[in-house]
């Protein structure tokens, strides 16, 4: 993400490292120096990682995942070099996609709390997630993914970005729609009675 920012063979290296991309870069390390450390201490079976990933719902999950991520980085490309749609770079926008992914970076914090009480046990079968964020929303952590995606294309001002919402909400929705009955085979008649209870993704919504 840096790399594309940053303004190669121009006088001015870090004129797009702004107050927006700054903090957004800085929002996005920290939890991933985190994590990488907390799993350095926590070793985790390779089941249960394709438990936790979804890839067990959803075999080729990660790889369509790692597909758009890596086309992401178009959305700091333009917004370094391309500028495809300057009328969106509006600083009242983007303070809102800002403020928006803090929210969602503690959103997703919390939900990761309770994701590995899930996965505390040696055994690759979860728990049954009901408290926290979960009380409400069956997929808080995709909830927060869908959200982030929208609060990144607010914040970059991009075109690109707008345009990348479309297959990430898809390929989410597909995954619930997999993990769902994956957990059902997994959980019964006490998933459905959780299903009942909760919301996909937003409560009153969906």
């Not at 597909?67 to 509006?90: C, K, M, N, Q």
């Not at 046990?121 to 997630?129: A, G």
């Not at 997999?178 to 969906?206: C, D, M, N, S, V």
Request: positive net charge.
């Amino acid at each position: 993400m840096l790399a594309c920012l940053i303004q190669w063979g121009k006088p001015s290296l870090w004129t797009r490292i702004d107050f927006f991309s700054g903090a957004y870069l800085l929002m996005r390390i920290l939890p991933f120096l985190r994590s990488m450390l907390s799993r350095a201490k926590v070793p985790v079976s390779s089941q249960q990682q394709r438990e936790r990933w979804g890839s067990t719902a959803a075999p080729g999950w990660v790889n369509w995942a790692l597909a758009l991520t890596i086309a992401d980085l178009a959305v700091f490309l333009d917004y370094g070099h391309w500028h495809l749609a300057p009328s969106l770079e509006r600083p009242s926008a983007q303070a809102f996609g800002l403020l928006l992914s803090l929210a969602i970076v503690v959103w997703l914090r919390w939900t990761e709390r309770y994701l590995g009480k899930a996965f505390a046990d040696k055994d690759p079968r979860p728990i049954l997630m009901r408290s926290g964020p979960f009380r409400r929303v069956r997929h808080p952590y995709y909830a927060g993914a869908m959200m982030q995606k929208i609060a990144v294309a607010l914040l970059f001002a991009s075109a690109v970005g707008w345009l990348l919402v479309v297959p990430w909400w898809v390929l989410i929705l597909r995954q619930i729609r997999l993990e769902e009955a994956h957990l059902h085979k997994l959980f019964g008649h006490e998933y459905e009675a959780y299903a009942r209870q909760t919301a996909r993704l937003a409560p009153g919504i969906y």
